[in-house]
């Protein structure tokens, strides 16, 4: 089964403070994507990677930044936090030998004071 | 402009009855398409998918969705609801032959329980 981890579950952060969001995905999978979720309005890209230290620009990346450095990890960044990014954020990975079916992780729930 | 629509934003059904969710997108090609759930407090889980050939896909937990091209619609089924489907439901889209690997989703549809 393929299985996708985020470091946290639950964060609280103050506006301001740099805070990173990690994601790790055991399949060997080529890409990898970070969406934010938040009621009513779904899911929204924020960035993507298909390769290690490639990234591409999702629908809102305003405000994040990511870094993939190895193939299985994909960080999400976020350089100054702020009240609006309060929100549920979601890791997936995917592979064009599955038709890029993707498999998420078990979200982060980040509070910005 | 090219999207995912779920119509039904909160649908209530009592335990044993049966279930459909609407899904409708609107592009040019028929996308890869695609049914997830997500339970309070949890990622998305992968229900079922549909690339190409038989309309009628099943999927986990016993849900089956069918394609219709003429109406570009991919709507879930269940026949027979049990307490623990109660949660959040997404249909997404992929589309072929395209640069954009990512998934477009609709805004979801939240199903309810009664017993």
């Known amino acids: 089964d393929v299985k996708v981890t985020q470091s946290s579950r639950y964060l609280v952060k103050r506006t301001g403070e740099k805070v990173f969001l990690e994601c790790v995905q055991d399949m060997d999978h080529e890409n990898m994507f970070w969406y934010r979720q938040d009621p009513g309005l779904g899911l929204r890209l924020i960035y993507f990677s298909y390769d290690v230290k490639m990234k591409e620009k999702g629908d809102i990346p305003e405000g994040y930044s990511v870094s993939r450095e190895k193939k299985e990890r994909f960080s999400l960044i976020l350089e100054s936090a702020s009240t609006n990014q309060t929100s549920m954020y979601l890791c997936?990975?995917?592979?064009?030998?599955?038709?890029?079916?993707?498999?998420f992780g078990p979200g982060t729930r980040l509070l910005v004071l | 402009a090219q999207s995912v629509t779920q119509p039904d934003i909160h649908i209530t059904v009592s335990e044993g009855a049966s279930l459909e969710l609407r899904c409708n997108y609107s592009?040019?090609?028929?996308?890869?398409l695609f049914w997830y759930v997500q339970s309070p407090g949890q990622g998305l889980q992968l229900l079922l998918k549909y690339f190409s050939g038989d309309t009628l896909v099943q999927g986990i937990k016993g849900f089956e969705a069918e394609f219709k091209r003429s109406q570009s619609s991919f709507n879930l089924r269940k026949p027979s609801v049990h307490w623990s489907d109660a949660a959040e439901y997404f249909c997404a889209v992929r589309l072929r032959d395209t640069g954009r690997r990512a998934l477009t989703f609709g805004s979801g549809t939240r199903l309810q329980v009664q017993p």
């Open positions: 997936a990975s995917s592979s064009p030998i599955y038709k890029e079916t993707q498999y």
């Open positions: 592009y040019g090609a028929t996308p890869y």
